[in-house]
C-alpha cells in the first residue's frame, strides 16, 4: 500500500471504517449506493481495564499499540459483526501524527507540491526521512495586506507507525486501503457544508481531541489527557466506590442530578472545567494567529453521551453547542432507531473514515 491521505479507491461497494482508538475498537461497514451511503454493519469493543490500571489500554501517546493484541481484537470484531467487505480504511490517533496550518500564495498544486518539500523540513520536529508526509489545501483567505493565500494542512506520520499499521491489517485478513488522522474523518463527517469555523470537542476515554474544521477540511488541532475517564475516576474517589459502579452512575445520571444526586456534579464539574479550559486555549491560538472566528461547538466522542454536557458547555463558552449527528447523511436500517441518538456522537471516527470512499 503506498501510504496517501488523498488516495481514491474504486473496484468495491462497501467498506470497513476501522477506529483503534486508547481503549476500544470500532467497526463500520458502509455501503456505497445512488443515494446516501447505507450502514450495513458496526459494532465496538471497549475495555474498562484502564480506569484501574493506566496501562491497560490499546494504544496512548505514551504506549506502543501492541500488534498481536491489536490482530486478535480485529479479527473478533469482523467475526461478530459479520462484514462481507474486507477492504479497510483505518484511523491514526492524533497523537500520533504532526499536524499543522500554512499560509502560501496561490500557486498550482504541482509548485506546492515542490515548496512543502522544503517547508516541511521548517516545522516537523523529526528527521523528514523517518517520515511521511502529505498536505492538503483546507482553504482561502485574504491576508493582511488585501491578497489571497491558500491555507494548506501540513501532515506527517512516523514510518514506523504507518508500518506498525500495515502489519496489524494483513495480520487480521485486511486490506488496508488508507490511512488517516482521526481528525480528518471527523471534519469530513460533522462539518461539511458547514462555511464556518466550528470548534468540535472529541472526548473519549484516555484523551480529549480538539479540532477547528471548515466545511469538511481540518485547520487546527490540539488534546488534553482529561477525558471520560477523569470524570469516572473522580466520582469513584470522591464517593469512595468502585470503579465500574462510578462509570455506571456517570451514565445514567451525568450532570442532571437533583438533591443527594447533585454531588455527582459537583465532582464532575472541576474536570469538565480543565477540559473547557484547554479548548478556549486552542480557540484563542486559532483565532489570533489566524484571525477568523469561531462560531459553534460541536461534542463528539463517547463522552459526548454524558447527560447535560451540552448545556454545560454552552453556559461556560458563551457559543452555540450541539452533540455530533454524524449520522445525519447516512442511511440505516429503522430498528436501529431507538440507539441513533447514542451511536451519533460514538461512531462519528468510523463513519467519518467509511465515507471517504463512498
Same mark, same amino acid.
Given at each position: ?9 474504486? =473496484? ?12 476500544? +475498537? ?146 487480521? !485478513? ?41 466545511? =469538511?477540511?481540518?485547520?487546527?488541532? =490540539? ?14 474517589? !470522591?464517593?469512595? +466506590? ?65 447527560? =447535560? ?50
Amino acid at each position: 500500500m503506498s501510504f496517501n491521505f488523498l488516495e481514491k479507491i474504486f =473496484g468495491s461497494n462497501s467498506y470497513l471504517g476501522v477506529d483503534i482508538g486508547t481503549t476500544s +475498537i470500532k467497526v463500520i461497514e458502509l455501503v456505497k449506493t445512488k443515494g446516501l451511503p447505507f450502514l450495513r454493519n458496526y459494532g465496538f469493543l471497549e475495555s474498562y481495564g484502564h480506569l484501574e490500571r493506566p496501562n491497560n489500554a490499546i494504544q496512548t501517546s505514551s504506549l506502543k499499540m501492541l500488534e498481536n493484541e491489536t490482530v486478535e481484537l480485529l479479527k473478533l470484531m469482523v467475526r461478530h459483526t459479520k462484514s462481507s467487505s474486507r477492504n479497510a480504511i483505518a484511523s491514526l490517533p492524533s497523537f500520533s501524527a504532526f499536524t499543522t496550518l500554512l499560509e502560501m500564495p496561490l500557486m498550482p498544486d504541482g509548485d506546492t507540491t515542490k515548496i512543502m518539500g522544503f517547508q516541511a523540513k521548517q516545522y516537523i520536529p523529526l528527521p523528514i526521512s523517518s517520515v511521511t508526509i502529505d498536505w492538503l489545501r483546507v482553504g482561502e483567505k485574504k491576508n493582511e495586506n488585501g491578497d489571497k493565500v491558500q491555507q494548506i494542512l501540513l501532515v506527517s506520520v512516523p514510518n514506523e507507525i504507518i508500518s506498525k499499521y500495515k502489519n496489524i491489517f494483513k495480520a487480521a !485478513g485486511l486490506n488496508l486501503l488508507a490511512l488517516e488522522i482521526e481528525g480528518l474523518s471527523v471534519a469530513r463527517i460533522l462539518t461539511s457544508g458547514i462555511k464556518e469555523d466550528t470548534l468540535i470537542v472529541d472526548i473519549g476515554s484516555r484523551s480529549t481531541s480538539i479540532y477547528i474544521a471548515q466545511d =469538511g477540511n481540518l485547520k487546527f488541532s =490540539g488534546q488534553t489527557d482529561f477525558a471520560g475517564g477523569s470524570l469516572t475516576q473522580t466520582i469513584s474517589s !470522591g464517593l469512595n +466506590i468502585r470503579i465500574r459502579r462510578a462509570e455506571d452512575l456517570k451514565k445514567m445520571r451525568g450532570l442532571t442530578g437533583t438533591g443527594g444526586e447533585y454531588e455527582l456534579s459537583t465532582l464532575m464539574m472541576p474536570i469538565l472545567d480543565v477540559i473547557i479550559n484547554e479548548v478556549e486555549r486552542v480557540r484563542n491560538n486559532f483565532e489570533k494567529n489566524y484571525n477568523e472566528k469561531i462560531t459553534s461547538v460541536i461534542l463528539s466522542g463517547g463522552g459526548a453521551n454524558l447527560l =447535560g454536557i451540552e448545556k454545560y458547555f454552552e453556559g461556560q463558552m458563551s457559543l452555540p453547542v450541539k452533540i455530533a449527528n454524524s449520522l445525519s447523511k447516512i442511511s440505516y436500517p429503522p430498528e436501529m432507531e431507538p440507539i441513533i441518538k447514542e451511536l451519533n456522537p460514538y461512531l462519528t471516527v468510523a463513519l467519518g473514515l467509511g465515507v471517504k470512499q463512498v
